[in-house]
């Protein structure tokens, strides 16, 4: 078994001791540096990355190999990548870059395993009369529309 193997192996392992956790990334550099991006259905705290990082690093002999290892959560101006995170991320403000369209921002009503709904109010000119008037506009994207999805934090 390479030394990938063992840890992705790993990573699993102790993911599957925390259903409430799910991995984003695992890179494993030439010279072994192992960085671990975490993110949970209720968040990730500095304890639950504390918790996967001694069941990988118990689990590895330094003897045998030289690494480092990281463990982080992703951080709130991190890009959405999973589908299980805009499913955690229903009703919080999102801005979404897409494939030769205008980027949206608005507020994500819904999110499944295909697609996700956002929704927004923009200021439209009256359809008679002057002025303008306030509507609310919905719309659905799949994941493959979507270049880039960050929450917004007020």
Not at 36 to 46: A, P, Q, R, S
Not at 114 to 126: D, I, N
Not at 128 to 147: D, F, M, P, R
Request: proline fraction near 3%; aromatic fraction near 4%; include cysteine.
């Amino acid at each position: 078994m390479t030394f990938k193997d063992q840890v992705n192996e790993l990573v699993q392992v102790a993911l599957d001791s925390r259903p409430d956790l799910f991995l984003i990334a695992c890179k494993i550099s030439t010279d072994n540096h192992i960085s671990i991006l975490l993110d949970g259905d209720e968040g990730v705290n500095l304890q639950s990355c504390v918790e996967v990082s001694r069941q990988i690093e118990h689990n590895l002999d330094r003897e045998q190999h030289d690494f480092s290892l990281e463990v982080a959560s992703a951080g709130v101006g991190s890009p959405l990548k999973k589908t299980r995170q805009y499913v955690k991320n229903v009703g919080r403000k999102l801005r979404i870059e897409r494939n030769e369209a205008p980027t949206i921002e608005g507020t994500l009503v819904d999110a499944n395993e295909e697609k996700v709904t956002l929704e927004w109010k923009q200021r439209e000119p009256k359809p008679v009369g002057k002025g303008k008037v306030t509507i609310t506009k919905q719309e659905t994207l799949s994941y493959q529309e979507i270049v880039s999805a960050k929450v917004l934090v007020k």
